[in-house]
């Protein structure tokens, strides 16, 4: 998988206000669930930064519901939010990056507050300055335990302001956290060291699939505290060893089925649908493809 985010939320961005229309899920809307059809705009990016209502209308059609926001396209609180409303999306989550929550928390939470949110998730790890200057891909090659004990005070302290406004927050993983510290991964490392009522899971499902891990016994492991699924299928792993790349739903080698099964029945709300670059076809086909999966499978 590609191109990765640092962090999503920047201190300027817009806020809408109001509630939304209530979300469709796809169990109670085609006889399957309920499990809600969600995506993350992420996926959607450039399509989105080209052209937002005409993208959004098109997700819209692919049958996606629910939303979690990847910044917010520099629009003004009452224009995302007329839009929002026009088009019928409920608005779910929303990511930003642990160094600019250290930075910019309050306003952060503000903007999610304001955009009736149930969820702020942080996308991926703060580390020390020195590596904040390297790729991505090789600063989060680089986190170490030093790194993961700042996130997991932030994660506490941070956690605790937004459940004061009303809302949970929640940690997103990439593979990195699969790496071992004195036999202990930085998943478990770092939730044990974090509060359970504080700090939430978004449990990014293709990346745990990426590192070789099994999603379903995470599920189990962690039951109620997952608050969210990135539902991201993989490829296979290739003969070189790389990641294997993201590709749409029902392409890849995830058992959905059993994870959103085992996802559900521990009580999961939210079901956030991601691809990542680089694509195989036009994203938007690939969005409606993985809609149409979705929609068709029976947990």
């Known amino acids: 998988m590609l191109s990765r985010r640092s962090f999503l939320i920047s201190a300027g961005a817009g806020a809408a206000a109001g509630s939304l229309m209530t979300s469709l899920a796809f169990g109670e809307h085609h006889g399957h669930g309920p499990v809600p059809l969600g995506i993350q705009l992420w996926t959607v990016k450039s399509e989105a930064e080209k052209d937002l209502e005409g993208t959004l209308r098109k997700v819209y059609a692919a049958g996606f519901r ?3 926001f990847a910044g917010y396209y520099g629009k003004s609180p009452a224009d995302l939010a007329k839009l929002m409303k026009d088009i019928g999306f409920s608005l779910v989550s929303t990511h930003a990056g642990a160094g600019d929550i250290a ?3 309050a306003q952060i939470i503000a903007d999610a507050k304001a955009l009736g949110l149930k969820y702020v998730v942080c996308s991926s790890p703060g580390v020390s300055p020195e590596k904040e200057k390297l790729p991505w891909e090789e600063r989060m090659k680089a986190v170490d335990l030093t790194d993961w004990k700042w996130n997991a005070d932030l994660f506490n302290k941070f956690g605790k302001q937004v459940a004061d406004a009303g809302m ?6 990439h593979s990195a956290e699969f790496k ?9 490392w770092l939730f044990a060291n974090t509060d359970p009522k504080l700090v939430k899971i978004e449990l990014d499902v293709g990346w745990v699939a990426a590192a070789q891990q099994d999603p379903v ?7 109620d505290r997952v ?3 990135h539902v991201k299928d993989v490829g296979a792993r290739g003969a070189d060893g790389k990641e294997p790349p993201s590709v749409a739903l029902g392409e890849g ?10 996802a559900k029945k521990n009580g999961t709300k939210a079901y956030f649908y991601e691809q990542e670059e680089p694509f195989t076809r ?8 993985s809609g149409e999966y979705l929609q068709k499978l029976k947990v």
């Not at 949970?168 to 993983?173: E, L, S, V």
């Not at 071992?180 to 478990?188: E, I, L, R, S």
């Open 66 to 68: 629910e939303i979690e």
């Open 103 to 105: 930075k910019n928390g």
């Open 168 to 173: 949970a927050f929640g940690y997103h993983n």
């Open 180 to 188: 071992k510290f004195d036999g202990v991964t930085a998943f478990d």
């Open 217 to 223: 016994a995470l599920l189990n492991k962690y039951k």
């Open 227 to 229: 608050i969210a699924l």
């Open 253 to 262: 080698t995830v058992d959905w089925k059993a994870v959103i099964g085992t």
């Open 282 to 289: 036009p994203i938007l086909e690939s969005v409606k493809i």
